[in-house]
């Protein structure tokens, strides 16, 4: 019976020590890629890195400033990742498309840098994405429709890039979208009456474009905007009007609420 007892004992300590190679052997997979952008040799800990967080021995938050160099493609293989915040330095190259790959990543900052090339369209697989930040860059090319898909998003932010084409009807589709800045592109053409939809925008920064025809009075519908800004784009004066609709909207809905309110205390007494 001691020997059985034993026996157990001796493999359940295997079985430990298999478990903590392989979850060892997991973080130092996942290091190997980002010690290249830091700089260290493969066998570095980067769990040990300021900036870097680690859970159950996967990286799951980068926060790092002032890179230099490339963004590695092996970056795609950090399957538990929920943030990278890689602003704020001197990054070119494009983003590799491998991106794609990081169905937990939910906030994505390479706003700051020198990155190059188009937005890959595989940025669209990344359904639990709330914020994109890739302004301030030298990005190139239209906005892929397929990041227009990204239902949880936000945060929008492609400003001071080079992006040309239109604005795509399918920004209506970003429903819980909060702030929208492309400012300081190349983009053309009108200004989609989908963005009406956009209920919960509170900022929609579209200034020095190329944009022309009229602001569609759509907008009007997004009540909780702030954040208004056209200047030095080609848009004809129906933005006074926009303007005046969304605060006669907001005017009758306070007036209303007071009504109710009156009402109440009427049939109270």
């Given at each position: ?96 498309p491998e991106i794609g790959k ?16 188009t937005i890959p369209p595989e ?140 009402m109440k205390k009427c049939c109270?007494?």
């Amino acid at each position: 019976m001691k020997i059985i007892v034993l026996v157990i004992n001796l493999l359940f300590f295997i079985n430990n020590i298999f478990a903590l190679k392989v979850k060892r052997d997991a973080t130092s997979e996942e290091c190997k890629y980002i010690n290249k952008l830091l700089g260290e040799g493969e066998s570095y800990n980067c769990c040990s890195h300021s900036g870097i967080t680690c859970e159950n021995n996967y990286i799951t938050d980068i926060i790092l400033h002032k890179l230099t160099g490339e963004i590695p493609p092996e970056i795609g293989n950090l399957t538990n990742i929920k943030l990278i915040e890689l602003s704020g330095g001197e990054l070119t190259g494009t983003i590799p498309p491998e991106i794609g790959k990081l169905t937990t990543l939910i906030h994505f900052y390479l706003n700051n840098n020198k990155l190059t090339g188009t937005i890959p369209p595989e940025i669209g697989n990344l359904t639990n994405l709330r914020i994109l930040a890739l302004s301030n860059n030298q990005l190139t090319g239209s906005i892929p429709i397929e990041i227009l898909k990204l239902t949880k998003l936000e945060e929008l932010s492609l400003s001071n890039n080079q992006l040309t084409g239109s604005i795509p009807p399918e920004i209506g589709n970003l429903t819980n979208l909060q702030s929208l800045t492309l400012n300081d592109n190349q983009l053309t053409g009108p200004i989609p009456p989908e963005i009406g939809n956009l209920k919960q925008l509170e900022e929609l920064t579209l200034k020095n474009n190329q944009l022309t025809g009229e602001v569609p009075p759509e907008i009007s519908k997004s009540t909780k905007l702030k954040v208004f800004d056209l200047r030095d784009d080609k848009l004809g004066k129906t933005i006074i009007f926009v303007i005046i609709a969304i605060i006669i909207v907001v005017i009758v809905l306070m007036c209303c609420c007071c009504t109710l309110q009156k009402m109440k205390k009427c049939c109270h007494k």
